[in-house]
């Protein structure tokens, strides 16, 4: 059987269980007074968020969707569990994300859901920008892809 579900509820499946069909037999069993031993899923991680990464330093992450994908100067790098972190291109700002941001929502109408990504987004850069406690440095990253026909490399 094939089935059709938004990100949101992929999401929130995978919380209960890696294997989607696994989550929804538990969440079905649960509703009927199924295994009580089983964990209330995990709550979708937020959609803009600081993550440590050693003591004082941390990545901004983001809920790896469309809304930010799209976002001039800016590469998603996948973590995993539909999460990134935000790289930017050479010559790309913290303050230049910003604007691109404020252009976006005060431009073009994005969808409900992408505008409330987007100001999410805005309003935890502007409180971050504006914290004296924070500073921002960019850096670059190396992203090492497999081709999918890997040839040996001689030592």
């Known amino acids: ?5 938004p990100q949101d509820t992929i999401e929130y499946l995978q919380g209960v269980d890696t294997d989607l069909g ?8 649960s509703g009927e007074g199924g295994d009580p031993d089983l964990p209330p899923p ?3 991680p937020p959609d803009v968020a600081l993550v440590p990464i050693a003591k004082h330093q941390f990545l901004i992450v983001v809920r790896a969707h469309e809304a930010f994908a799209s976002l001039p100067g800016v590469d998603l790098v996948p973590l995993g569990h539909g999460q990134a972190f935000l790289a930017f291109r050479s010559h790309s700002t913290i303050e230049g994300l910003e604007l691109s941001l404020i252009d976006r929502l005060e431009g073009e109408i994005p969808s ?3 505008t409330a990504r987007l100001r999410a987004l805005r309003d935890v850069l502007r409180s971050w920008r504006r914290d004296q406690a924070l500073t921002f440095h960019e850096r670059s990253i190396v992203v090492v892809e497999r ?3 890997a040839r040996k490399v001689a030592r």
């Open 112 to 114: 409900t859901g992408d």
């Open 1 to 5: 059987m094939a089935l059709t579900l």
């Open 42 to 44: 995990q709550t979708a």
């Open 147 to 149: 081709r999918s026909r």
């Open 22 to 29: 696994w989550a929804i037999v538990k969440l079905a069993d």
